[in-house]
């Protein structure tokens, strides 16, 4: 039994040993530029064995771009089965490791992630995510989130943020976009009780790893939501993707945090500082006002009344997540 | 409690559904993923308690949905593992859209299906239109006459499923009460004849730690049809490996079977063709017929698919009408599953029989015999006619 006290130390390697680790998600893959999806997912399994890591993927950006018969971006078992399933699907992996185990074909239990993107999370898959977390499987799901159904499109998801531009959200001169709060995925998975839940971001790389090796280390399941900028369907250049993954966490739209055992919240490193310092946290405007999904907030006429609107319903999210941090 | 009956004794008083749940007990799998429904539930009830009272190795992952319970079994079987799985109705139908890729992905899971009755109206009763509406999702399908018939094709789905020529799932039904629920007797098996029987699976690229292979890969209209293509060549694999493994099962338990049975078939000038439970009672009013001087037999058929069309051919060349006696439906179509399939089959054969179709037993609904001798007096009626005949729902309320 790892216990949350040894969950917490847990390091990763320093990044001059990290340098000399080989990719396990080849160049050559098909994701579009700037993407960060790549970059998680290469961050992500640089924490793990090769020899005793499996991952399984849910349909979506990262799943097609980078398995496209016959070729494959992956150099670790990998298997797709469908788009609302990856949860399940590892589950049952889980099974069958624990019977090899019982029945000594296999040492231990590898590391098994699940990969899947918001709209086979928050969506569609949120029923194989709920069942799997309530059994207890010992796997990490990583979800990350671009917000939308990047892959088809750029549709809305539960995951895409009020008042943004999507193909079934647009900006209308009625509707400005999707009218509805995020749903609170990650208070989801924490009311499962499960031992390891973070959130994480390509803009924070040492802090993303460090919480994946948590995970995996973690008894049973592990829930992480990763902020993942999509140049296309958020509309920005493609050089900027770190960057406005940044300025999700310096405005407090993506802050990150971990929750041990469903009940323990800790604010990890750059969220905490703007916890310590509030000046330190930007406006909402600056992140919207960096990504087309939100022009239309600003042109013709900037929509004072909506990104105010905004700020507060974001700052109230802020404030009961530092009351939860301190309770 | 329950003992699992995993020695080989005498027959064992046993409905449907406990049979099949004693089947997996002795086949013991690596893993069962599953979710109860009518009239299934007493398979997966007994088998949580052998794994809970020690007597099977099995992980049961008791899952929230039929959805989860196949998308378990695939993760389970791309591991390589033994996976069993059973279900019925609404919740094959739940599973339809992963049902197609567990066969794609080439994973021997096996799964017995309760036959029951779609919703709308909702019904818990027998109907075989569950397991049939599968037959293009790339499962071989079975159905079974009797509790020992299901007992037995627990253990010859993995047989057929796991040889490494076919390498597919295996669906097989049992018809809802009428077998899952009724007592019978059963010859139980051994786990001396499993370990026999069924050598352990062996998978050639399994996703396990340290095999970096990747499966379920998007395939695009440059390789989308090869590989369905060899689906297609492992159901033609699966046409030679049944009967292999229906003769090497009947040499070590004494009970033969094959792709389709042929009853009094001798003779026949009239053949009643069916599937499922309703086999039996067509076997007893073809007996009370031919005591009456009617050259008349019956063929059950067992594998829906591969569907046994050269066998059927053969079988039927002499006779001159057949009953097709359907317990599925369609609508809309030119008839149903069976009576459409063996029609499309026998066309291009000089010696075909006149073909009539029957919808019989939906929704739990009784057949009995006088139902059944009813279809063959009106095969008699039809034979020679030269219009089109319109499938009778028979004992159909007006």
């Known amino acids: ?327 | 409690m329950t003992k699992a009956v995993t020695s080989k004794a005498k027959r064992i008083g046993m409905t449907g559904d406990e049979a099949v749940a004693n089947a997996a007990a002795v086949i013991n799998p690596d893993v069962v993923a599953a979710y109860p429904i009518t009239p299934q539930t007493i398979i997966v009830e007994h088998f949580s308690e052998f794994v809970n009272n020690g007597e099977v190795d099995t992980e049961f992952v008791c899952v929230e949905s039929e959805h989860s319970a196949m998308s378990a079994c695939v993760g389970a079987s791309v591991t390589g593992a033994r996976v069993f799985t059973a279900s019925a109705s609404q919740g094959v139908a739940l599973m339809y859209e992963i049902l197609f890729i567990a066969a794609a992905s080439r994973l021997p899971i096996v799964m017995a299906v309760a036959n029951r009755a779609l919703s709308g109206p909702i019904n818990i009763h027998g109907e075989l239109t569950d397991q049939t509406v599968c037959r293009d999702t790339g499962w071989i399908s079975m159905f079974s006459e009797s509790a020992q018939e299901a007992y037995d094709n627990t253990f010859l789905a993995f047989k057929i499923g796991e040889h490494p020529d076919v390498s597919l799932p295996v669906m097989f039904g049992l018809d809802g009460f009428i077998l899952t629920h009724a007592l019978e007797g059963v010859s139980p098996l051994d786990r001396k004849f499993v370990k026999d029987f069924l050598p352990e699976r062996q998978m050639k690229y399994p996703t396990i730690p340290g095999n970096p292979v990747s499966s379920g890969l998007l395939a695009l209209p440059d390789y989308y049809m090869e590989v369905k293509y060899q689906q297609e060549l492992a159901m033609e694999a699966a046409r030679k490996v049944i009967p292999k493994a229906f003769e090497e099962f009947g040499e070590k338990t004494g009970r033969y079977y094959g792709m389709i049975e042929e009853y009094q078939m001798e003779d026949a000038k009239t053949a009643l063709v069916t599937m499922g439970a309703l086999s039996g009672t067509t076997k007893f009013v073809v007996d009370k017929l031919r005591k009456n001087g009617e050259k008349v037999g019956m063929i059950k058929v067992k594998t829906y698919r591969p569907f046994p069309g050269t066998e059927l051919a053969k079988a039927l060349k002499d006779v001159e009408a057949v009953g097709v006696i359907d317990r599925d439906l369609t609508f809309g179509a030119p008839g149903p599953a069976l009576y459409s399939d063996l029609k499309t089959t026998l066309y291009n054969y000089k010696n075909r029989p006149q073909i009539f179709g029957f919808i019989a037993g939906i929704g739990g609904r009784d057949v009995l015999v006088e139902d059944f001798e009813h279809i063959y007096k009106q095969v008699l009626n039809l034979k020679g006619t030269e219009k089109p005949v319109p499938i009778e729902w028979v004992g159909l309320r007006k």
Not at chain 1, 9 to 24: D, F, M, Q
Request: contains cysteine; glycine residues 8%; positive net charge.
């Open chain 1, 1 to 327: 039994m790892v216990t949350k006290e040894e969950l917490k130390k847990v390091k990763i390697p320093k990044a001059k040993e990290l340098i000399h680790t080989e990719n396990r998600l080849a160049p050559g893959h098909r994701l579009c530029a700037g993407c960060t999806a790549g970059t998680i997912a290469r961050l992500a399994t640089l924490v793990t064995d090769p020899n005793d890591v499996v991952i399984f993927h849910a349909t979506g950006c990262l799943e097609v771009a980078t398995t496209i018969y016959p070729y494959t971006a992956w150099k670790l078992p990998w298997y797709h089965n469908a788009f609302e399933n990856a949860a399940a699907t590892a589950s049952g992996a889980e099974a069958a490791f624990r019977a090899m185990v019982r029945k000594g074909k296999l040492k231990k239990i590898p590391d098994i992630i699940a990969f899947g993107g918001d709209g086979g999370t928050y969506d569609i898959g949120l029923q194989s995510l709920s069942g799997a977390m309530e059994r207890g499987h010992d796997f990490v799901y990583i979800c990350y989130t671009n917000g939308a159904y990047m892959n088809t499109g750029i549709q809305r998801s539960g995951g895409t943020p009020m008042y943004a531009a999507t193909t079934t959200s647009p900006a209308g001169s009625v509707i400005p976009g999707k009218i509805q709060w995020r749903k609170d995925l990650v208070a989801i998975a924490a009311a499962h009780k499960i031992p390891y839940i973070a959130t994480a971001s390509p803009a924070a790389h040492r802090d993303l790893m460090t919480k994946v090796r948590r995970a995996l280390d973690a008894d049973g399941p592990a829930f992480i939501l990763v902020d993942m900028p999509c140049p296309r369907g958020w509309r920005f250049p493609e050089k900027d993707s770190v960057k406005v993954a940044q300025l999700a966490i310096d405005t407090c739209y993506f802050p990150l945090y971990e929750i041990y055992d469903g009940k323990e919240y800790v604010l990890s490193p750059k969220s905490k500082a703007i916890a310590n310092k509030p000046e330190r946290k930007k406006p909402i405007e600056e992140y919207l006002a960096a990504q087309g999904r939100f022009k239309h907030l600003f042109k013709p006429e900037k929509r004072t009344d909506l990104i105010a609107k905004f700020q507060e319903a974001l700052n109230k999210e802020w404030e009961y997540l530092l009351k939860l941090v301190n309770l």
